[in-house]
């Protein structure tokens, strides 16, 4: 199991790698991932806060761009009180992202999890 792992997360990365050197004019790459839910904590809280706190998911976006035949990047990372790791949430990040970069280009999203959570 460790091999096939292994084989996988190279072929992976090697994909990955070869799609950000072969991007052509207005075309990008975005690397997208669920970094997790991480929970609010504060400094010297009181015991009745610690089992009550609140969490937020975090999900960054890398988008690989060329400019001037150099390969550029650009990051952006949504932080939500809505805390599902499924298809409707990364639905909605998506389409903020994509509203934010405001120009019509060739999108290719990548990212190391289940793909099922990223179909569109």
């Known amino acids: 199991m460790a091999k096939t792992h292994s084989f996988i997360a190279n072929m992976q990365k090697e994909l ?12 990008v790459v975005i690397n997208c991932n669920f ?5 609010f904590v504060i ?3 009181v ?14 976006f890398i988008i690989y761009y060329k400019w001037e035949n ?13 805390l599902g790791h499924n ?3 990364f639905y909605v990040f ?3 992202l994509i509203s934010i970069l405001k120009e019509n280009r060739k999108s ?3 990212s190391e999890e289940n793909n099922l959570l990223f179909r569109w």
């Open 70 to 82: 150099k390969l550029k990047y650009l990051q952006y990372i949504f932080i939500s009180d809505c």
């Open 108 to 110: 290719t999203f990548w």
């Open 47 to 60: 015991l009745s806060f610690h089992w009550t706190s609140t969490q937020a998911t975090i999900h960054p």
């Open 94 to 96: 998506q389409n903020k």
């Open 35 to 39: 970094a997790e839910n991480y929970s």
């Open 87 to 89: 298809t409707t949430s």
């Open 16 to 27: 990955f790698v070869l799609k950000k050197e072969n991007l052509s004019l207005g075309e």
């Open 43 to 45: 400094q010297d809280e």
